[in-house]
């Protein structure tokens, strides 16, 4: 534990070289202590608020976050007002997010004011930046509480601190990260979950911080893995999302057993869990025996988030993506070869530096040779302290901007007509809900996570159903309920 003035000592600035060299050896599998004496039932009639920004790791986090707190005896409030604690669970990955979060830290200085006993707590990604911290301390001194995502598992301990100390309570770990199990949860909803199987990256593309803010690759055991899932199956949820920044370099670090992703995806196959999807996998990662166990599809869902970046081998080259364009296609070529019904999705970079025109008219084709049915596309902006930011961000705004907008129509184009391939079908549809737009119509998603409007009973929310697909829009699915699907797929 540290107070504001010497933190800077508990901080490595990303450094490529430096994180390069970490080891595998030393990662130590902790399990969650008890709530200490000292803070149980500290929140008794006490409400916190967590605000959630970026990625599904993050979301997953702000869960154990929320199951810490409530062990506490807190419980969870949507409003500022009667929030007792309010935590930011950040995103560092762009610099606009980033702005984002220091305007709310700023607009928060009122109520803070208003409330001197409110615990407002700065968390995720962008704690585990220096320049973050160095100026929340001098600018942002109505903050009570910094902690880094290896140190969640600490809440209680720093938030007894923040609770005590008139400082700033600081405490964020450069340190590569462990695992540690038995994390309390509090899950968003009954039906999907989300399952952390591994931690961190080593990828280290040369335009992410993940690699530095998330420490190096971590796999969870497979029986603590296992066990969860058979819990939340048991529990009666629907789909569970298997989470890792990089989730098929999972089990690479074992040193005493010889487990990958693909062996953990054909034991998850067995649970019966009607739906099992993965996020995010990495092209280079993608080997043959789990291409073999995807394809036995069951649970397995036939929708497989491909990470391309860009067409070009040149550009992935500087990305240091670790494969080129004519390995990207092949294993595409692999995967819709052994699941012919796949739907491949993909994240794509526009604009990197030294992109020329031809290049990405190499992007281009390769999205029309896929045939993605989504892709999240990006402008590149350079993040502080990655490679990418030393090289030179040549191409003009109003180039990226032009590219981007070609490059989504030609997506758009390709959507709409996967999408009305399946006008007629009939297709398997979890329920979630209301549609956000209309409550007399149901929202919900195929194995292959196209979102589906219907109308239908209320009571099949949270079921799963077939809906016979009436029209299709390039994003959205509209259909007439069929049936509910009377068992589960799986035995
Ligand atoms: S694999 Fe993903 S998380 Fe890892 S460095 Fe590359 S982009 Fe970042």
């Not at 990089?246 to 034991?267: E, H, P, Q, R």
């Not at 025996?289 to 869902?301: D, R, T």
Request: overall charge neutral; aromatic content about 8%.
């Amino acid at each position: 534990m540290l107070s504001g003035k010497d933190y800077s000592k508990y901080f490595t600035a990303p450094d490529l070289k430096e994180a390069k060299k970490r080891g595998k050896e030393d990662i130590q599998v902790l399990q969650f202590d008890q709530i200490p004496e000292e803070m149980q039932g500290v929140g008794a009639g006490k409400k916190y608020m967590i605000e959630t920004y970026g990625c599904q790791m993050n979301v997953h986090d702000s869960e154990t976050i929320a199951g810490i707190l409530e062990q506490m005896a807190y419980t969870r409030t949507e409003s500022h007002q009667d929030a007792d604690i309010i935590l930011l669970n950040t995103c560092a990955i762009r610099e606009n997010a980033e702005d984002k979060v220091f305007g709310h830290i700023g607009s928060l200085k009122a109520l803070k004011t208003e409330k001197p006993n409110l615990v407002l707590g700065v968390c995720g990604c962008m704690s585990q930046e220096e320049s973050v911290v160095s100026r929340i301390l001098q600018k942002h001194q109505h903050v009570d509480l910094i902690f880094g995502t290896h140190n969640i598992h600490r809440l209680p301990h720093l938030l007894f601190n923040a609770l005590m100390s008139k400082e700033m309570v600081v405490e964020v770990w450069s340190k590569e990260g462990d695992v540690v199990e038995n994390m309390p949860k509090v899950r968003a909803d009954g039906l999907r979950a989300w399952v952390n199987i591994m931690y961190g990256c080593d990828k280290f593309c040369t335009y992410c911080i993940v690699p530095y803010t998330r420490g190096k690759e971590r796999s969870r055991r497979p029986e603590d893995v296992l066990n969860e899932i058979r819990d939340l199956a048991r529990q009666g949820y629907q789909e569970i999302t298997l989470l890792g920044q990089n989730v098929n370099a999972y089990g690479k670090d074992f040193s005493n057993i010889t487990y990958l992703f693909g062996d953990l995806m054909d034991d998850v196959r067995k649970i019966g869990i009607p739906r099992v999807r993965f996020t995010t996998s990495h092209p280079r990662d993608f080997d043959d025996h789990l291409i073999e166990v995807l394809a036995k599809k069951g649970n397995l869902v036939e929708h497989i988030h491909l990470p391309v970046q860009s067409g070009s081998s040149e550009v992935l080259k500087l990305m240091a993506r670790k494969y080129d364009r004519e390995r990207y296609l092949e294993l595409v070529a692999k995967l819709k070869k052994a699941i012919p019904d796949v739907v491949l999705t993909t994240d794509i970079i526009v604009g990197f530096p030294g992109e020329t025109d031809e290049q990405f008219a190499e992007t281009l084709s390769l999205v029309k040779e896929v045939e993605y049915d989504m892709a999240f596309t990006f402008i590149y902006s350079p993040r502080d302290g990655t490679p990418a930011a030393k090289m030179q961000d040549d191409v003009p705004m109003e180039v990226k901007k032009r590219r981007l907008a070609k490059l989504n129509d030609v997506l758009n184009e390709i959507s709409k007509k996967k999408n009305s391939i399946l006008q007629g079908q009939v297709v398997e549809v979890l329920v979630e809900g209301e549609s956000k737009k209309n409550p007399d119509v149901l929202s919900g998603r195929t194995r292959t996570n196209k979102l589906v409007n219907f109308v239908g009973p209320k009571h099949l929310i949270g079921k799963m159903v077939y809906v016979s697909i009436e029209k299709a829009q390039t994003w959205t699915l509209k259909g007439k309920w069929v049936e509910e699907v009377s068992k589960s797929p799986v035995a």
